[in-house]
T-cell receptor, first 110, second 112 residues
Framework: GENVEQHPSTLSVQEGDSAVIKCTYS??????FPWYKQELGKRPQLIID?????GEKKDQRIAVTLNKTAKHFSLHITETQPEDSAVYFC?????????FGAGTRLTVKP | GEEVAQTPKHLVRGEGQKAKLYCAPI?????VFWYQQVLKNEFKFLIS????????ETGMPKERFSAKCLPNSPCSLEIQATKLEDSAVYFC??????????FGSGTRLTVV
């Protein structure tokens, strides 16, 4: 099955700076990679996703890149704001099998 | 509805007691997933269903844990003889195509 590793486990940035979270996956057949944001005590919510036929996707301040050859994908948040503080999870999906990374706790300092 | 409804929100059980958690997926979603999230935040996959059929149960502890998704009823996750280490938030998610999950709000189980 799929195995997803996520780094770093914690990330602290100054408001306005960029934040980058990286994930690697093991199953080359994986074809869908969502990112979830989980605020303290709340449910994870999908913030962006990318499919394996696309190399990059952007939605306002959030972008995701995918390198299929290297089997890694990254979340990029620009112009970070305090409300971006949360735990972010990446996931890899193939054939009805989705596995999550261990999460990154992002803290944006005002 | 458009939400995955999980009940109860909080559940406290004495060690050795049974715990039963419920999940009503979004209408029309064929896939249901259960995850366990412990304090360090990592999601541990437990089990998935396609309609009422078990799809993948590789994450389920062999003993004490069981789950069902019966027609016209909420899905359920049951833990027999709870242990302290079962304390966690249990999330249910549903999806129409087994990707693009929508998560419920979770059930916080505390075993004392």
């Amino acid at each position: 099955g799929e195995n997803v590793e996520q780094h770093p486990s914690t990330l602290s940035v100054q408001e306005g700076d960029s934040a980058v979270i990286k994930c690697t996956y093991s199953d080359s057949a994986s074809n869908y990679f969502p990112w979830y944001k989980q605020e303290l005590g709340k449910r994870p919510q999908l913030i962006i996703d990318i499919r394996s036929n696309v190399g990059e996707k952007k939605d306002q301040r959030i972008a995701v890149t995918l390198n299929k050859t290297a089997k890694h994908f990254s979340l990029h948040i620009t112009e970070t704001q305090p409300e971006d503080s949360a735990v972010y999870f990446c996931a890899g999906y193939n054939n009805n099998d989705m596995r999550f990374g261990a999460g990154t706790r992002l803290t944006v300092k005002p | 509805g458009e939400e995955v409804a999980q009940t109860p929100k909080h559940l406290v059980r004495g060690e050795g007691q049974k715990a039963k958690l419920y999940c009503a997926p979004i209408k029309g979603h064929s896939y249901v997933f259960w995850y366990q999230q412990v304090l360090k935040n990592e999601f541990k996959f437990l089990i998935s269903f396609q309609n009422e059929n078990v799809f993948d149960e590789t994450g389920m502890p062999k003993e004490r844990f069981s789950a069902k998704c019966l027609p016209n009823s909420p899905c359920s996750l049951e833990i027999q003889a709870t242990k302290l280490e079962d304390s966690a938030v249990y999330f249910c998610a549903s999806s129409p195509f087994s990707e693009g999950y929508t998560f419920g709000s979770g059930t916080r189980l505390t075993v004392v």
